[in-house]
């Protein structure tokens, strides 16, 4: 069983910064991957960015490489989301998830979920 919980949405402008924190908690974690998904209003809930606990792989989605960043804190059991260069666009609620096995971008394959933390980004 792994438990996981966000923190660290808020309400932004454009071009701002921002870094979501995932507390992961679990007696597998060495086999995870932690991964970040969006949900936007009214749409589907969507693929970030991921990372493997075990050798720190990283992926991450086209819509956000090179603006966002996900890390490992190697001192306690926190995945973070460091957000960059923020658009209206990226305005969602953000979702930390965690499965065993190898990295994967699809929701349904995941069965670990936090609670979710609502990003706004105005513009």
């Known amino acids: 069983q792994v438990q996981l919980v966000e923190s660290g949405g808020g309400v932004v402008q454009a071009g701002d910064s921002l870094r979501l924190s995932c507390v992961v908690s679990?007696?597998?974690?060495?086999?995870?991957?932690v991964t970040w998904f969006r949900q936007p209003p009214g749409k589907e809930r969507d693929f970030v960015a991921a990372?493997?606990?075990?050798?720190?792989?990283?992926l991450y989605s086209e819509s956000v490489k090179g603006r966002f960043t996900i890390f490992r804190d190697n001192t306690d059991n926190t995945v973070f989301l460091q957000m960059n260069d923020l658009k209206t666009e990226d305005t969602a609620v953000y979702y930390c998830?965690?499965?065993?096995?190898?990295?994967?971008?699809?929701?349904?394959?995941?069965?670990?979920w936090g609670q979710g933390t609502q990003v706004t980004v105005s513009s």
């Open positions: 679990g007696p597998t974690l060495s086999r995870v991957a």
């Open positions: 990372l493997r606990w075990t050798g720190g792989d990283t």
């Open positions: 998830a965690a499965r065993e096995g190898v990295m994967n971008t699809g929701p349904r394959w995941y069965n670990y």
